[in-house]
């Protein structure tokens, strides 16, 4: 005898998403991250950078950041644009676009924004030290507000190339992979930023 039931695909993640989790750990911390990190038993690709991070509002609750590394001779620049799912309850999934805009001047990125809607908001200072992996890159950063306060965190980030191969709940489990692997610094999901960084260090828009 055979069934009747036919099981239909599980929905795929959407392209251009960024799924991702954040962390907020002690700077000390970086030291056991790093180690934990390299001890695992896969390739990796391994980057410091460090610079300002410049974001831009609108009122229709998009946001736009501008992003060039303060150490980059290649002149590399990036605008990201993001977009929070609407009746989301965390960050872990959302809508991203990047463009690269290596060699176009500040003053020309901020004026293009700005006739797009985009008004400045505010500028953070971050300091990465990135492993990127096959299928995550783990993150370890500080981050210097415009009041001179620092605050550090972890951040587990899907492959953003390949995210749209997988369902919610495969990317979720590989989240949780790596919760598990970096559990000795007190990574685990009870830890799990509800708000981005966006929404820690935005300005009240006036």
């Known amino acids: 005898m055979t069934s009747d039931i036919v099981e239909t695909p599980k929905e795929k993640i959407p392209q251009y998403t960024e799924f991702e989790s954040k962390y907020r750990v002690d700077g000390d911390q970086i ?30 609750e998009r946001f736009a950041r501008y992003r060039k590394a303060d150490h980059d001779k290649s002149d590399r620049a990036e605008v990201t644009f993001k977009l929070k799912p609407v009746g989301a309850k965390n960050n872990i999934q959302r809508k991203e676009y990047n463009w690269r805009v290596d ?3 500040y003053t020309e990125i901020a004026e293009g924004l700005e006739d797009q ?43 953003e190339a390949s995210i749209h191969s997988l369902t919610l709940e495969e990317a979720m489990e590989k989240i949780r992979k790596y919760e598990s692997i970096l559990a000795p610094i007190g990574i685990s999901h009870r830890g799990r930023l509800t708000k981005s960084l966006f929404e820690m260090y935005v300005k009240e828009k006036v």
């Open 31 to 60: 030291y056991a991250f790093k180690q934990l990190v390299e001890s695992l038993n896969e390739p990796y690709d391994f980057l410091y950078v460090q610079g300002p991070d410049v974001y831009f509002v609108r009122d229709d």
């Open 103 to 105: 060699k176009t001047p």
């Open 117 to 159: 809607g985009y008004k400045f908001n505010f500028k953070i200072n971050k300091s990465c030290h990135i492993y990127k992996f096959k299928e995550v890159t783990l993150v370890f950063y500080s981050v210097r507000d415009e009041k001179n306060k620092l605050d550090h965190f972890v951040e587990i980030e899907l492959d």
